[in-house]
């Protein structure tokens, strides 16, 4: 029939919606590189690595699925005052289906340093996002369907917090990326709710340096994500440095995927990453893989470069 839905856009469909289900709540854009720019997710991370740093991400997620996720930014933060402040901007562009996010974001931190051991820093973040869901341009089997009459947008603000500590072999960072629950009702009109709403994200990350000889380093780390409404999520990372020249590593996400990565560290100012998802959850049959790529330049004179090591 003219209307129905192929056997494909179905399966296609039903996987979406699986997807949608359960992932309630986690609207916050997810890179599998999390650990080599966590600007993303902690504002508190802002002139921690001491030096100007720019950081692109691009995320290709279940390559040839339709309506599949594909997420972009670029980052860019500095420290000031003698490193006891650090300052940075984040603009992104999130895709899934029919809805598109794009956003921009200024972080402000405060850094205490501690007399030979690490630093201390207190990150906020403010910022906009324009939302919108295109509902007519989906394909209903009941013709003028109300409910996909007219598409959703508006902008709204978006505010967050975070800790992070650090010193030359040691992280630990605390941090939620979605103060405020908001939403755009159907008549375009911005809602916004309590910090304690059941959408309010949060991520606590750590990790550390085992230096095995001159040049090995390993560096294993972990992310937490918890989001009310949908199981806590776990990323168990651990990657092997070569001469800080080269990393491989491997990434384990529960209940979703296991990730493969390498870095290259070129020179003092550009590095690249690029991380491979493999999905094993229920989508695993319908979709492909997922690619992930990471540039990140740093600029400044030799003597503001980063001169610890460039694990975190």
Not at 8 to 19: H, I, P, Q, V
Not at 214 to 225: E, F, N, R, V, Y
Not at 268 to 285: I, V
Request: avoid cysteine; charge should be positive.
């Amino acid at each position: 029939m003219k209307n129905m839905f192929t056997v494909n856009r179905l399966l296609s469909a039903l996987a979406l919606m699986f997807f949608s289900m359960s992932a309630y709540g986690q609207q916050e854009p997810m890179y599998s590189q999390y650990m080599f720019n966590m600007l993303n997710i902690n504002p508190a991370y802002a002139g921690s690595r001491g030096a100007i740093s720019t950081v692109a991400l691009y995320r290709n997620q279940w390559v040839g699925f339709p309506g599949a996720p594909r997420t972009a930014s670029f980052s860019f933060d500095m420290p000031l005052q003698n490193k006891k402040i650090g300052v940075g901007a984040q603009f992104y562009d999130d895709r899934i289906g029919i809805e598109r996010t794009t956003g921009f974001n200024a972080m402000y931190a405060f850094r205490f340093q501690f007399a030979g051991s690490g630093t201390l820093s207190l990150g906020l973040q403010a910022g906009l996002l324009n939302y919108q869901a295109n509902y007519t341009e989906v394909n209903t089997y009941v013709p003028n369907d109300p409910a996909f009459s007219s598409n959703v947008r508006g902008i709204l603000p978006a505010f967050a917090a975070g800790v992070y500590y650090n010193s030359d072999k040691f992280y630990v960072g605390f941090s939620t990326p979605a103060l405020l629950r908001t939403k755009i009702k159907y008549n375009n009109a911005a809602e916004i709710a309590s910090v304690s709403s059941r959408d309010l994200h949060l991520f606590l990350t750590a990790g550390t340096v085992f230096e095995l000889n001159q040049d090995l380093a390993l560096k294993p780390s972990m992310l937490i994500k918890a989001v009310s409404g949908a199981p806590v999520e776990m990323d168990l990372n651990l990657n092997l440095w070569l001469q800080n020249k080269i990393a491989i590593g491997a990434s384990y996400r529960t209940g979703d995927a296991i990730v493969g990565m390498v870095e290259f560290q070129f020179n003092q100012q550009f590095r690249f990453g690029y991380a491979y998802d493999k999905t094993f959850s229920n989508l695993g049959t319908l979709v492909n893989g997922t690619h992930e790529l990471m540039f990140r330049m740093e600029f400044g004179s030799p003597a503001v470069r980063v001169t610890s090591p460039r694990y975190f």
